[in-house]
């Protein structure tokens, strides 16, 4: 259990951490409130641990993948979500799939993370990681990442980029645009 609230204090404090300070632009930041989740406003949030959620970091289907790591907490990842699902509605007819990985704490699925995705109108695939193992499986995703968001994997096939960092929707645009050709 010590382990446990030493890992998390760890990642609260690197995560967020916008290493890239020129994302300093004037768009509109989302507003992240608690909301009680109710029947009607529920959904069935698919919960992984690193294992489940392996098969999304390598699939070979000739699609290209964007997964994005992230959580209703970090300010930067808030801010960047708007960014993947203007992607989506305009690359998602183009053979590219959007996961939105979900790095909340448990305990707030069902008073943050359910109510922001229904409220956002997220319409990406969001599933939530729940693996207190983070030593082992943050470097398997990528041994370059320090275990801060938000952070994104860019993939198709064989060919791979990892971004430890906050987008414009022109940086990720260009990134996606590099696999599309």
């Known amino acids: 259990m010590k382990r446990y609230l030493f890992v998390i204090t760890v990642l609260l404090i690197v995560s967020c951490g916008n290493k890239n300070k020129q994302n300093n632009d004037s768009t509109q930041d989302v507003e992240v409130t608690e909301i009680q989740s109710s029947p009607e406003r529920d959904f069935n949030l698919e919960v992984y641990d690193f294992e489940g959620l392996k098969p999304f970091l390598n699939k070979e289907d000739g699609k290209?993948?964007?997964i994005?790591?992230?959580a209703t907490w970090c300010a930067p990842c808030v801010k960047e979500l708007p960014y993947f699902e203007k992607l989506k509605s305009e690359?998602?007819?183009k053979n590219v799939d959007f996961t939105l990985v979900s790095l909340d704490f448990p305990h707030m699925y069902d008073s943050k993370l359910k109510p922001f995705v229904l409220k956002q109108q997220l319409k990406s695939k969001v599933i939530a990681l729940d693996d207190v193992?983070?030593?082992s499986w943050?470097?398997?995703?990528?041994?370059?990442w320090s275990g801060s968001l938000p952070a994104t994997?860019?993939?198709k096939n064989g060919e791979r980029k990892f971004f430890e960092k906050s987008f414009t929707y022109e940086e990720l645009e260009h990134e996606l645009k590099q696999f599309l050709n």
């Open 91 to 93: 690359y998602g007819n």
């Open 153 to 155: 994997i860019i993939y």
């Open 64 to 66: 290209i993948h964007v």
């Open 138 to 144: 943050i470097p398997q995703i990528d041994e370059s």
């Open 68 to 70: 994005n790591f992230w």
């Open 133 to 135: 193992d983070s030593n």
